[in-house]
């Protein structure tokens, strides 16, 4: 069993910055895909960013050049730097994991969820 929590969300101007965090907790003595998911109100949830346990990433073309996702092993904790941020980013942000070796790239690959953190772009 795996427990994520995020933190890191907040408004900001077009252009701005935020970094998100996501912390694990549990069972993190296995090989897991990670990944950043944003939602809008009545809007299905898509893929922002992914990284597998031996490091590969997978970003959403939309993001692409403005936002890293990264990982602490040592402090079991997920990051995705917000860059150039705009106010499509505005969004619910959710870290996911998954105990595998593959790279994830759908919600539903993904087992284990946070409760999300708001991210609000004005212009």
């Known amino acids: 069993q795996v427990r994520l929590v995020e933190s890191g969300g907040g408004s900001a101007q077009a252009g701005g910055s935020l970094r998100l965090s996501c912390a694990v907790s549990g069972d993190t003595t296995r090989s897991y895909c990670m990944g950043w998911f944003r939602q809008a109100p009545g809007k299905e949830r898509e893929g922002v960013a992914s990284i597998a346990n031996d490091g590969r990433m997978l970003y959403h073309n939309s993001v692409k050049g403005r936002f890293t996702i990264s990982k602490d092993n040592a402090k079991n904790t997920l990051y995705l730097q917000m860059n150039s941020l705009r106010p499509e980013d505005t969004d619910m942000y959710y870290c996911?994991?998954?105990?595998?070796?593959?790279?994830?790239?759908?919600?539903?690959?993904?087992?284990?969820w946070g409760k999300g953190t708001q991210v609000t772009v004005s212009s």
């Open positions: 996911a994991a998954d105990a595998t070796r593959l790279l994830l790239i759908r919600p539903s690959d993904y087992k284990y």
